[in-house]
């Protein structure tokens, strides 16, 4: 029973529910403050997380790769169409809260947030080892940051925060009923390094969040992928 991704898949459609409907009712100091104390927490996460690393070189080689792939076929682009059109639908039950923001500014928070809830490497982890160990620790804690994050960010973008939770649940389910097939390929060191690679882009999420990168973080998702083969090789030909 996948507990831990309807806790936390659930918590995210709360949270821009709640943070849809009472934005205006949130003070606006709140609603300025927080989002520094979640990117805090994302850097909290990512350092824990890159602190588990077995071997630098093949996460390394994992981002620089997977983020030259992303730009080569144009990831971000793809995700970004694909957040347009969330947003659209979302639109017509429930207006933008900041009717100041521009097309831009909406669509690059919004893919912020997709990846920092769909794709971060504490979700996918723990979605793995929550469907091959029963252990939904790892995704409950997780629930409680998105929740929070899910509404102030809604406070600002809308209920199409909320509809974040679909893609996410799809995302992490396909992962739980995945991992009887996929973690016993795994070593200790690969899910180590797969860890730490999910780590930086939870670490650059946390710049994001703070404005002090402008970068895309959709194209360094296919490190994600590239992160265990190429730990797996490491081990075989180490330096």
């Given at each position: 029973?996948?507990?831990?991704?309807?806790?936390?898949?659930?918590?995210?459609?709360?949270?821009?529910?709640?943070?849809?409907?009472?934005?205006?009712?949130?003070?606006?100091?709140?609603?300025?403050?927080?989002?520094?104390?979640?990117?805090?927490?994302?850097?909290?996460?990512?350092?824990?997380?890159?602190?588990?690393?077995?071997?630098?070189?093949?996460?390394?080689?994992?981002?620089?790769?997977?983020?030259?792939?992303?730009?080569?076929?144009?990831?971000?682009?793809?995700?970004?169409?694909?957040?347009?059109?969330?947003?659209?639908?979302?639109?017509?039950?429930?207006?933008?809260?900041?009717?100041?923001?521009?097309?831009?500014?909406?669509?690059?928070?919004?893919?912020?947030?997709?990846?920092?809830?769909?794709?971060?490497?504490?979700?996918?982890?723990?979605?793995?080892?929550?469907?091959?160990?029963g252990d939904h620790s790892i995704l409950i804690s997780k629930a409680v940051l998105d929740t929070f994050t899910a509404i102030i960010f809604a406070t600002r973008l809308g209920l199409p925060i909320a509809a974040i939770a679909i893609p996410q649940a799809v995302i992490m389910l396909i992962l739980f009923?995945?991992?009887?097939?996929?973690?016993?390929?795994?070593?200790?060191?690969?899910?180590?390094?797969?860890?730490?690679?999910?780590?930086?882009?939870?670490?650059?999420?946390?710049?994001?969040?703070?404005?002090?990168?402008?970068?895309?973080?959709?194209?360094?998702?296919?490190?994600?992928?590239?992160?265990?083969?190429?730990?797996?090789?490491?081990?075989?030909?180490?330096?």
């Amino acid at each position: 029973m996948p507990i831990g991704i309807l806790i936390n898949c659930g918590g995210v459609f709360l949270g821009g529910v709640l943070g849809a409907l009472l934005g205006d009712k949130i003070p606006e100091r709140v609603r300025k403050n927080l989002p520094i104390f979640f990117g805090t927490g994302s850097f909290i996460m990512g350092v824990v997380s890159i602190n588990k690393i077995d071997a630098m070189p093949p996460v390394i080689l994992a981002v620089i790769l997977g983020t030259a792939f992303g730009q080569l076929i144009y990831l971000d682009e793809k995700i970004t169409h694909f957040a347009s059109l969330l947003r659209k639908p979302a639109e017509k039950l429930f207006t933008l809260k900041d009717n100041t923001m521009t097309e831009d500014e909406f669509l690059s928070e919004f893919v912020t947030m997709i990846v920092l809830f769909c794709a971060s490497g504490t979700g996918i982890f723990g979605s793995i080892q929550s469907g091959m160990t029963g252990d939904h620790s790892i995704l409950i804690s997780k629930a409680v940051l998105d929740t929070f994050t899910a509404i102030i960010f809604a406070t600002r973008l809308g209920l199409p925060i909320a509809a974040i939770a679909i893609p996410q649940a799809v995302i992490m389910l396909i992962l739980f009923f995945s991992a009887q097939f996929i973690y016993p390929l795994t070593t200790p060191e690969m899910l180590a390094d797969f860890s730490a690679c999910g780590g930086a882009l939870v670490l650059i999420t946390g710049f994001k969040i703070f404005k002090l990168l402008d970068v895309s973080l959709a194209n360094i998702l296919p490190a994600m992928i590239l992160v265990m083969p190429l730990s797996w090789l490491w081990s075989y030909f180490p330096l």
